[in-house]
C-alpha cells in the first residue's frame, strides 16, 4: 500500500524586522531637552508664577487676583492705548525716515551715498540704555543743549521740546530703529526689479511719479513687512519707557513690569500677569509678521544679476537729498554723541560755553577706573559676552547639522525650540527666569549663571539664523566623502563641517557678543550687588544723578563697541557678508 506524503507548504518569507537606532536620537533629545529648558520652561513658569498668590517653592494656592488686580481698572487700558501709540508712532517715523534714505542712496544719485552705510548704522555704536540719556541731554525742557540754544536765540522762558513726554519718547524710539529699518528697506530696494522704474523713465515720466507709481508699490509687500516687525519691537522696547517714559508718566507695557517688579516687597504675581499680557501681544505680532512676510513672494520680481539699474536722477532736487542726508548725520549722529563726550569731561552738567572751558577734566574717567562697581561690571559683561557668544555658536552649529543634514525625524522641532526667544521679549524673559528660579530648589538666582542662562536663551535665534545660513550653502559631498573614507560623524563635523562653516561662525559669534554686551532688558531684571553688568550700571548711576559719570562711562561703552563693530565689519567682509 502506497502512502501519499503530503508536500510541504511554501512558507511566506519573513519580513525583516526594523530596528530602530535609539542611540541616534540621543543626540537630538538631549538637545530638545536642553532647548525646552532654556526657551519654554522659563514661560511655563511664568504663566504658572501669574496664577499664584506668592512666589516661591510650591505650593501656593491658585488665584485670578494677578489678572484681576492688573487687568480690571481703567488705568489697563490707558497702558494698552498708550503702548499702542508708542509702538506704532515710533515704527512708523523710523520707517519712513528709512525708507527715504534707503530709496536716495539705492536709486539716486544723491550725494555721499559710498558714506551712507557707516553714517545710517552709526548710532548702534551707542548702547541702548545711552541713547535716550544723549536724548535727554539735548532735549530736557529746562537744560537740555537744543533747548538752552533756542531759548538764548528767541529769548522763551522755556525751550520748546519736551523730552519727557509721548513724542519724545515716540522720537527716540524711532531713532533707535532706524539703522535696522534702513537695512532691510535698502535689501527691498535691491530686491525689486528696476527696469519697471526706467520703462516709466523712458516714457517721460518725472522722478517723482516713478518713485509713487512705480517703485513703492514695489516695494510695499517687503516695507509692510518691515514695518509690522519695527511695531513689534518697539512694543517689546524696555530702554526708551524706562528711561524716559517713567518720569513723564507714560505707562507702557514694560515700564508697568518693572515698577511692579521694583515695589517693595516685589509684586511678582501682578508683574507676571502682564508679562503673561506683554508676550501674549509679541507672539501675535511675530505670526502676523511671518504670514505677512511668506505673502511677499506673490510680488516678487527677477533680474540678473549683472543687470545693474540707472540711477534716477534728481536734478534739481538733488541737493535736498544730500541736504536730508547731511542733517541726518548731524542730528541723528553727531549731537548724541557729542553732548555725551562734552558731559564727560565736566564735574557737572553744564551748558557749552567758554567759561566751562575751565571745568573740562578727565576725573570722570580716572574715578571710573577706580570704582570697583563698574571694574566689576565691566569684567562681568565681557565674561557674560564671550561665554554667551562662544555657547550659543557651538550649539546652535550642532542643531544647525542636525536639522539640515541627518534625516532624523522631528529635527525641524529643534530649529523651532531655538527660534522661540524671537517672540519672547527680554524683559519677559527675565521675569519667567525669577519665577522660575525662585521656585526651584536651584542655587542660580542672584548669581552671573542666571544671567548667562537669559543671555544664551535670548541669542539662540541670531544663532540659528548664521549657522543655518551658513550650512544651507555649504555642499554636502565633502562631508559624504569623509564617511566614505571611514570617519565618524564627530571626526567629519570637526574636521570637514566647521571649518568650512568658520568664516560665518566667526561672524555670528562677533555679532552675538556685541550684542549681549549691550543687553539690558533682561539683565535689569536679573543683577544684584554681584552679578552687575555695564548697562544696569549705566540705569543706575544716572537714576542717582551722576549724569557727567554716566556720560564719561558711555563714552567708554561706544569705544568697546567700535572696535567690536569694525571687528565685525572687517570679518564679514572678508567672508562676503553683507551688514
Keep these: 500500500m502506497t502512502t501519499m506524503t503530503e508536500m510541504p507548504t511554501e512558507q511566506e518569507p519573513r519580513r525583516p524586522q526594523r ?18 529648558y532654556l526657551t519654554v520652561f522659563p514661560l511655563v513658569w511664568l504663566l504658572v508664577g ?42 512708523v517715523l523710523a520707517f519712513a525716515i528709512a525708507t527715504a534714505l534707503a530709496w536716495l542712496v539705492e536709486r539716486t544719485d544723491v550725494r555721499f551715498r559710498k558714506a551712507a552705510l557707516p553714517l545710517v548704522i552709526a548710532p548702534l555704536i551707542l548702547p541702548g540704555v545711552m541713547l535716550p540719556i544723549a536724548w535727554i541731554f539735548l532735549l530736557d525742557p529746562q537744560a537740555g543743549y537744543i533747548n538752552v540754544a533756542i531759548q538764548s536765540i528767541t529769548g522763551l522762558d522755556s525751550g520748546p521740546f519736551d523730552i519727557f513726554s509721548m513724542p519724545g519718547m515716540i522720537w527716540v524710539q524711532a531713532v533707535s530703529e532706524i539703522p535696522l529699518a534702513f537695512l532691510m528697506m535698502s535689501a527691498g530696494f535691491k530686491l525689486a526689479d528696476p527696469s519697471l522704474e526706467e520703462s516709466s523713465m523712458m516714457t517721460g515720466a518725472s522722478t517723482m511719479t516713478t518713485l509713487r507709481k512705480i517703485t513703492l508699490p514695489l516695494v510695499r509687500p517687503w516695507g509692510a513687512s518691515v ?23 507714560v505707562k507702557v507695557y514694560t515700564n508697568q513690569i518693572y515698577l511692579a517688579f521694583s515695589d517693595s516687597p516685589p509684586d511678582y504675581g501682578g508683574a507676571s500677569a502682564l508679562a ?13 509678521y511671518i504670514a505677512s512676510s511668506r505673502d511677499t513672494n506673490r ?29 541726518y548725520a548731524v542730528v541723528v549722529v553727531a549731537l548724541p554723541i557729542l553732548v555725551i563726550a562734552w558731559a564727560s569731561l565736566l564735574p557737572f552738567f553744564a551748558r557749552p560755553s567758554v567759561d ?6 578727565f576725573d570722570n574717567y580716572r574715578s571710573l577706573f577706580a570704582d570697583n562697581v563698574v571694574v566689576d561690571a565691566f569684567k562681568n559683561s565681557l565674561i557674560l559676552g564671550v561665554l554667551t557668544a562662544t555657547i550659543v555658536t557651538a550649539f546652535t552649529a550642532t542643531v544647525a547639522w542636525i536639522r539640515h543634514r541627518s534625516k532624523l525625524k522631528g529635527a525641524r522641532w529643534l530649529e ?17 527666569l525669577i519665577v522660575m528660579y525662585v521656585a526651584l530648589p536651584l542655587p542660580i538666582y542672584g548669581t552671573i549663571w542666571i544671567l548667562l542662562i537669559a543671555y544664551v536663551a535670548k541669542n539662540l535665534p541670531y544663532g540659528m539664523r548664521t549657522s543655518s545660513g551658513s550650512i544651507t ?39 552675538i557678543l556685541i550684542v549681549s554686551m549691550r543687553e539690558f532688558s533682561t539683565s535689569i531684571l536679573l543683577v544684584t550687588g554681584q552679578s552687575n553688568v555695564l548697562s544696569v550700571v549705566v540705569f543706575t548711576k544716572f537714576e542717582n544723578g551722576q549724569v557727567t559719570a554716566v556720560a564719561a562711562l558711555g563714552i567708554l561703552m561706544i569705544l568697546m563697541s567700535t572696535v567690536v563693530i569694525a571687528i565685525f565689519y572687517r570679518v564679514s567682509n572678508r567672508v562676503g557678508i553683507r551688514v
Design 299 to 327: 510680488f516678487e520680481t527677477v533680474s540678473g544679476k549683472a543687470f545693474r539699474s540707472r540711477q534716477m536722477e534728481l536734478g534739481r532736487f538733488r541737493w535736498i537729498g544730500s541736504a536730508a542726508m547731511a542733517a
Design 356 to 361: 566751562a572751558l575751565d571745568l573740562v577734566s
Design 50 to 91: 501669574s496664577f499664584q498668590e506668592q512666589t516661591g517653592p510650591p505650593p501656593y494656592p491658585w488665584t485670578l487676583g494677578n489678572y484681576a488686580a492688573m487687568y480690571g481698572t481703567s488705568s489697563v487700558y490707558s497702558t494698552f492705548v498708550s503702548s499702542v501709540v508708542f509702538a506704532v508712532g515710533s515704527s
Design 19 to 36: 530596528t530602530i537606532n535609539w542611540r541616534g536620537y540621543l543626540g537630538p533629545a538631549l538637545g530638545a531637552l536642553l532647548l525646552l
Design 416 to 432: 523651532f525650540f531655538a527660534m522661540v526667544p524671537i517672540a519672547v521679549p527680554g524683559l519677559v524673559l527675565g521675569m519667567g
Design 473 to 511: 550653502q555649504l555642499k554636502a559631498e565633502l562631508e559624504e566623502a569623509g564617511s566614505m573614507s571611514g570617519g565618524s560623524w564627530w571626526q567629519n563635523f570637526t574636521r570637514v563641517t566647521l571649518p568650512l562653516l568658520r568664516p560665518g561662525l566667526v561672524a555670528g559669534w562677533i555679532y
Design 276 to 288: 503673561v499680557g506683554l508676550l501674549v501681544l509679541s507672539i501675535i505680532g511675530v505670526w502676523v
Design 227 to 249: 514695518l509690522l516687525l519695527l511695531t513689534i519691537r518697539s512694543i517689546e522696547s524696555f530702554e526708551v519707557p524706562s528711561i524716559i517714559g517713567i518720569p513723564a508718566r
